[in-house]
């Protein structure tokens, strides 16, 4: 698996192509300038003039101070994309996405309760799930994401993965959704702490799926999620820096066993996080 860049000069060759031809600009005279990784759960970034309109995938995307731009590709994103890019006039952009395939997993010892949730469980979860899709539509004009990019996101806490981006996984015989993070397998109570600056737009100790769930938007469509925390020490509204604490390892929620379940989102295109990290230290 490819790999993005996670050091300064992943910053200054964003400055080097910009004017010229990227590898990843499918067009022969592109609209923009294109740096990332162009696979499915990769991000793509750029920049544009700032009085620019950019759309990709049906989203409306934001623009950075200086005409820097983020655009997510999901988990299913289609091999063929646009990117319209609208000056005085609009400019078409191919985007050619590489494929994954993914892994089926199967997971027993869950909860039943998680697996076939009662009608009042059902209840709970539909709320739940639209405080989480609140908290990822918001846009914050933050630039954290993009500095994350420049400078290196790191990892939360470390230790074995015990779960990968993408996977399709069975509970207890029941198929679910994909998964859309990863899973780090550590002891109850290991710190958690941010891969990259944000401001925390969730903060919930007992969500019925994921338990204890923190939220973090690093601005302008980029965010992070923390899953099935035992402890979670900050609150919404709360600015955090790289490396301050989260909170704490948990097996909350839909859970086996103690882990940290990450997740990234650009709005509502799921990211992989193990693009925009180095290898995980021994």
């Keep these: ?26 067009s022969a005279d592109p ?45 299913d994103m289609p091999a063929v994309n646009t990117l319209l890019v609208k000056r005085e006039q609009t400019c078409q952009q191919e985007i050619t996405v590489k494929q994954r395939k993914y892994a089926v997993q199967r997971v027993t010892g869950v909860p039943q ?15 739940e799930r639209a405080r989480v899709r609140a908290a990822k539509s918001r846009r914050i004009e933050r630039t954290d994401g993009f500095e994350g990019l420049r400078d290196g996101f ?3 806490v470390t230790g074995p993965i015990s779960g990968v981006y993408g996977s399709q ?18 002891p109850v109570g290991t710190p958690v702490v941010a891969p990259a600056a944000g401001e925390v737009t969730l903060a919930e100790p ?29 609150a919404v509204g709360d600015r955090v820096a790289a490396g301050d604490v989260l909170g704490a390892v948990g097996a909350t929620g839909r859970a086996t066993g103690p882990h940290l379940d990450w997740r990234m989102s650009w709005f509502n295109h799921r990211i992989d996080p193990q693009l ?7």
């Excluded at 925009?276 to 021994?282: A, E, K, N, S």
Aim: charged share 10%; with cysteine.
């Design 1 to 26: 698996m490819r790999r993005i860049p996670t050091t300064q000069a992943l910053f200054q060759s964003v400055m080097a192509c910009i004017g010229g031809l990227c590898s990843l600009a499918t």
């Design 31 to 75: 609209c923009v300038s294109l740096q990332g990784d162009a696979v499915q759960g990769g991000l793509l970034w750029g920049q544009a003039s700032t009085a620019a309109e950019i759309r990709f995938a049906g989203q409306s995307v934001p623009i950075l101070p200086g005409g820097y731009f983020i655009v997510g590709l999901g988990r």
């Design 113 to 127: 309760k998680t697996v076939t949730p009662s009608e009042e469980q059902l209840a709970r979860t539909r709320a």
């Design 154 to 156: 790191s990892w939360p």
């Design 169 to 186: 996984r069975v509970y207890n015989g029941t198929p679910g959704a994909p998964h859309y993070g990863v899973d780090i397998a550590r």
């Design 206 to 234: 007992d969500l019925f799926y994921s338990g204890g769930t923190v939220i973090i938007d690093h601005g302008y469509g980029l965010s992070s999620s923390f899953l099935h925390l035992s402890q979670v020490s900050v």
């Design 276 to 282: 925009l990290v180095p290898p995980m230290p021994d």
